[in-house]
Structures are given as structure tokens and as C-alpha cells.
């Protein structure tokens, strides 16, 4: 999975709780990216950061904040967990600008809100 | 707004056929469109680039087709092997930025 990890891989947490997952890459890609994964929605981009501080939104990122204070880790928090942000999140990195801007996917954290 | 469409949810096909896959979009003219696996339990993996000046792009097995008049990519598959079964996602640059929007993929199975 081209040197990036993700934590937990599985979660179950309560609606209203909080809960963070940690992106950490060893390829030093300027780009990180977080998508959540859903049945008959296939893959949708909510945050990425382009730099250490430096992130924007993507189309579904309502209830989702993310932190990047290191060129290797990228933080996605929701800050009150609901059941329809139950779904399997992946988080990319890319270096465009450096050939084709290809993504390189983690292998995902399965999160169950109930 | 801009709309990416696979148009079969899955497809079957006969061992050491080809199969074609199909990605079409609408809206937009993008700078390239990415072609990606997933297997089940696992994340997309790249597998092609084909930019908007190129017509054909091929990798071993595999063909990638763009044609910008007809909004279209097809996929390729040759020599179709049991192992080839998994979900095929196309993405296409958003905005010529460093986003990219994903279809819902086609799950391809292919049958000993």
C-alpha cells in the first residue's frame, strides 16, 4: 500500500461521540486525501490537504474537520459521530507535479457508528 | 454539475475473452482520466493514465481508450484471466486540479 497506514482499521463507536483517524504516509507525497467508501456511492472525496496546514474541502465534507501539522500524518476527526458517517474511509496521497498524479490508497478504516 | 458514469455495475465474462469496460462522462473536459482496481477488503490500486491529447494507452494486458468528442473511456482486458475479478474504478480530474472524482466502479468477474 505504497508506505501508508491508517488507524484504527476498524472501529464502533456511539452516536455523539468523537472519534479521529490517522493517516501517516513514509513517502513524503505533498498531497494527502480523505474519501469515505458507500454502497451505490462509490469513492468521495471529503478533505486534502495540499501542504502542512494547508487543506480544503472536498464535496462531502459537512461533520468532518482534518489536521495537518506533519508532512506525514493527516487527521480526520468527526466531531459527533452520526450512523449515516458510518462507512469505510480511505485515505490517499498523491505528488503531482512530479509525473502522472496518480493516487496511492491506504488500506482503509471500516467505522460503524450505531 | 460534473457527472461520471460506469455504466455497468457488474460484468460477467468467459475466461481468455477480453473484456470492456465503459466510463463515460458529462460536463466537463477533463486533462485525464485514471483508471483504478479494488479488491474486495482492500484500497483502489492505479493501474492507467491516458491524457486528453492521447487516443490509446496500453499497459501488458490492458487498453485504456479516451475519445473527448464522445465523452468516453473504454477499458480493456485481454486474454481474461479468473484472477482480473475485482471492481474497476475510473476518475477523472476535477477542475484540472489536483482533485480527481471517482465513478462507482464495475465489478468484473470473470468465469473459469
Known amino acids: 500500500d505504497a508506505g501508508i497506514t491508517q488507524s484504527p482499521r476498524h472501529k464502533v463507536t456511539e452516536t455523539g461521540t468523537p472519534v479521529t483517524l490517522r493517516c501517516h504516509q513514509t513517502?513524503?507525497?505533498?498531497?494527502m486525501y480523505w474519501y469515505r467508501q458507500d454502497p451505490g456511492h462509490g469513492l468521495r472525496l471529503i478533505h486534502y490537504?495540499?501542504?502542512?496546514?494547508?487543506?480544503d474541502k472536498g464535496e462531502v465534507s459537512d461533520g468532518y474537520s482534518v489536521s495537518r501539522s506533519k508532512t506525514e500524518d493527516f487527521l480526520l476527526t468527526l466531531e459527533s459521530a452520526t450512523s449515516s458517517q458510518t462507512s469505510v474511509y480511505f485515505c490517499?496521497?498523491?505528488?503531482?507535479?512530479?509525473?502522472?498524479?496518480?493516487?496511492?490508497f491506504g488500506p482503509g478504516t471500516r467505522l460503524t457508528v450505531t | 454539475s460534473q457527472k461520471i458514469e460506469q455504466n455497468s455495475e457488474a460484468l460477467n465474462i468467459q475466461e481468455g475473452k477480453t473484456a470492456t469496460l465503459t466510463c463515460n462522462y458529462t460536463?466537463?473536459?477533463?486533462?485525464?482520466l485514471q483508471w483504478y482496481r479494488q479488491d474486495p477488503g482492500r484500497g483502489p490500486v492505479f493501474l492507467l493514465l491516458?491524457?486528453?491529447?492521447?487516443k490509446e494507452k496500453r499497459k501488458e494486458r490492458l487498453k485504456v481508450t479516451f475519445d473527448t468528442t464522445l465523452k468516453q473511456s473504454l477499458f480493456h482486458i485481454t486474454a481474461s484471466q479468473p484472477a482480473d475479478s475485482a471492481t474497476y474504478l475510473c476518475?477523472?480530474?476535477?477542475?484540472?486540479?489536483?482533485?480527481?472524482?471517482f465513478g462507482k466502479g464495475t465489478r468484473l468477474h470473470i468465469l473459469p
Open positions: 490517499a496521497i498523491s505528488e503531482p507535479g512530479q509525473g502522472p498524479p496518480e493516487q496511492y
Open positions: 513517502e513524503n507525497h505533498r498531497y
Open positions: 490537504s495540499y501542504g502542512v496546514k494547508d487543506t
Open positions: 460536463n466537463y473536459s477533463p486533462a485525464y
Open positions: 491516458i491524457r486528453e491529447n492521447e
Open positions: 476518475a477523472l480530474d476535477l477542475s484540472r486540479d489536483d482533485k480527481i472524482i
